[in-house]
């Protein structure tokens, strides 16, 4: 992870870069338009930091990034069918200088092209692997799998390139979620930005529009909150539905789009923004009639509750979370939405003092997916705050979870 330990709350991260800018209590108090008391209660663990605009604020008068204050992990754990280079590996993927220009063509065999029934066999696993949060074993296909896509735009021409292309933007796509899910919001970025190019190449406007959220995700992950609804209003004339000619994939991209434009509403805390675009995600829904997987966006009405519950999360509104949260059923939802779902609601009881509620769904969750709550800044900060304000010696189930969560030793 960035900086300092990743044994530290938010608030103790806090603390620790505000001693290293030389700043008092009041001083950054003042310049997040707090007051001290607040400040100090937060530092020691007494009040929940857990609204990324207010974590966003912190971050920027401390001069660093809001990843700094998180403590996202970037360590991804070795498995029985992964290999052990990961995230480094893909790291190197995309700063391989010949995955930048044609004159120096990784991977590329001589004679015949790279065969697309195979890429797109390997990158529809890649992106079922990740709505199974098995993040390292997709991490651990990638790299191999962007070199030989790359290769394929450059050995086929026509509508087998286009196609070569949208493979690309997808293996891409994949690449930006899994580095989004362990903390590298930079080679996130990086890979979104390239997925858009090669999406924009191959002219389909589903994938265009699904690499379009990819950038939105990252920018809201890194506070660029006014940048992520600038893009959602750029988009929205570009991928509105007509009545009449309209894929299902392009429906579910648009809502999905919404969806991710409300999260970064809600964390610019703009409650009227949230309202009208989540209504917007609401019409296409409803145009959908049910719940679908169109290009792994598992868009549909279920997943408008979803982002019902997580933007009143993320505007401090915990009880209507907490209620409406348990009334979801997600069961039909890919495995990353019911335990990202399954966050929101332990979050949201948390913060409504039924702390024991919470830790159970955090452990039902962790068996449904124990590298989704592993990596989640959420989960690893609701364990950390419980374990510092344990009177006495934790339970011992929630002292276990934090070690396999390498929350403490």
Avoid at 8 to 14: A, F, Q
Avoid at 68 to 93: H, I, K, S, Y
Wanted: hydrophobic share 40%; proline share 3%.
């Amino acid at each position: 992870m960035r900086g300092i330990s990743d044994t530290l709350t938010i608030g103790e991260r806090v603390a620790w870069y505000r001693r290293r800018r030389g700043l008092s209590q009041d001083v950054l108090a003042g310049l997040v338009g707090r007051t001290t008391d607040w400040l100090s209660k937060a530092e020691n663990n007494r009040i929940e930091l857990d609204r990324l605009s207010v974590i966003q604020s912190l971050a920027d008068a401390l001069g660093v990034t809001v990843g700094d204050l998180l403590g996202e992990p970037t360590l991804m754990d070795w498995g029985p069918d992964t290999g052990r280079r990961g995230v480094p590996e893909l790291r190197a993927a995309l700063m391989d200088y010949r995955m930048l220009t044609p004159l120096f063509t990784p991977g590329q065999p001589e004679g015949e092209p790279i065969g697309l029934i195979g890429l797109r066999r390997d990158i529809s696993a890649s992106m079922d692997g990740y709505q199974s949060a098995r993040y390292a074993w997709v991490a651990d296909q990638l790299p191999g799998l962007l070199t030989s896509t790359l290769a394929a735009t450059r050995s086929h021409q026509g509508a087998e390139q286009d196609e070569a292309q949208r493979l690309l933007a997808l293996a891409y796509q994949a690449t930006a979620q899994v580095l989004g899910k362990v903390g590298e919001a930079e080679l996130a970025w990086m890979a979104a930005d390239r997925g858009l190019a090669a999406a924009q190449h191959s002219g389909d406007l589903a994938v265009t529009g699904s690499l379009l959220r990819s950038v939105m995700h990252c920018l809201t992950s890194t506070g660029r909150f006014d940048a992520a609804l600038n893009l959602l209003e750029d988009a929205e004339t570009l991928l509105r539905p007509t009545e009449s000619d309209s894929s299902r994939e392009q429906v579910s991209v648009y809502g999905a789009l919404h969806l991710a434009g409300a999260m970064a509403a809600a964390r610019a805390g703009d409650r009227n923004a949230v309202r009208d675009i989540m209504e917007r995600a609401d019409q296409a829904a409803q145009r959908l009639g049910a719940d679908s997987n169109e290009l792994w966006t598992a868009f549909g009405p279920t997943n408008v509750a979803i982002h019902t519950v997580a933007t009143a999360g993320e505007l401090g509104d915990h009880q209507i979370a907490a209620d409406l949260g348990r009334r979801v059923d997600t069961s039909g939802l890919p495995v990353e939405r019911q335990v990202r779902h399954h966050l929101e609601v332990a979050r949201a009881l948390a913060a409504r003092n039924r702390g024991d509620e919470a830790l159970e769904i955090l452990l039902q969750a962790e068996v449904i997916a124990p590298e989704q709550i592993r990596y989640h800044t959420m989960s690893r900060e609701l364990v950390l705050r419980w374990i510092r304000n344990s009177r006495g010696r934790p339970q011992s189930h929630l002292t276990a979870l934090a070690r396999r969560l390498h929350v403490v030793a």
